[in-house]
């Protein structure tokens, strides 16, 4: 079992050239106030194919689980993609809008230390590709993530 949950996480982070497709992959890990014996609130990693939009994202695997995520984000120049704190792409309690710059792949740590209610850039790095990223705050948005919904957002 933990050899399988290894090999996710290492494909999912360094995929093999050819092999990787675009997507969105999500991990749920404990809040920092949460004792555990590990640091994921959920022993799997939640795929989303590219332009699958998820209105309630409880149906997904871990869904339900408490936790804050942390993502990779597979895809071409401009793949935008926009995290809603509410059901359904509900704006009221915040949103992540995230659009890739380049083609390497996004991983994003921290979904809320982002500047709030304006346009935000990052260069790639050894890590991560380049992206741009626009915060709409709300208390405890990294918990409240609820909905994703892909494209172009109005927000510009």
Partial sequence: MKITAFLSIFL??????????DELVMHKEFMYW???KS????????????GRDVPDLREEPCGSINGK?????SGPPGTT???????????KNGFLI?????DKKLWLLDL???PAGQWFSSKDNRSSGAFETFYNSSPRFEESISSLK???NSHQ
Wanted: glycine share 8%; with cysteine; charged share 15%.
């Fill in 81 to 91: 993609l926009t995290l809603f704190g509410n059901y359904d792409y509900n704006e």
């Fill in 12 to 21: 999912t982070c360094f995929p093999i050239i050819g092999f990787a497709k």
């Fill in 69 to 73: 995520f942390s993502l990779t984000l």
């Fill in 39 to 50: 640091d994921s609130a959920c022993g799997q990693l939640i795929y989303i194919e590219f």
């Fill in 112 to 114: 809320t230390a982002f």
């Fill in 98 to 102: 995230i659009r890739k710059i380049d």
């Fill in 34 to 36: 949460e004792s555990t």
């Fill in 150 to 152: 892909w494209g172009s």
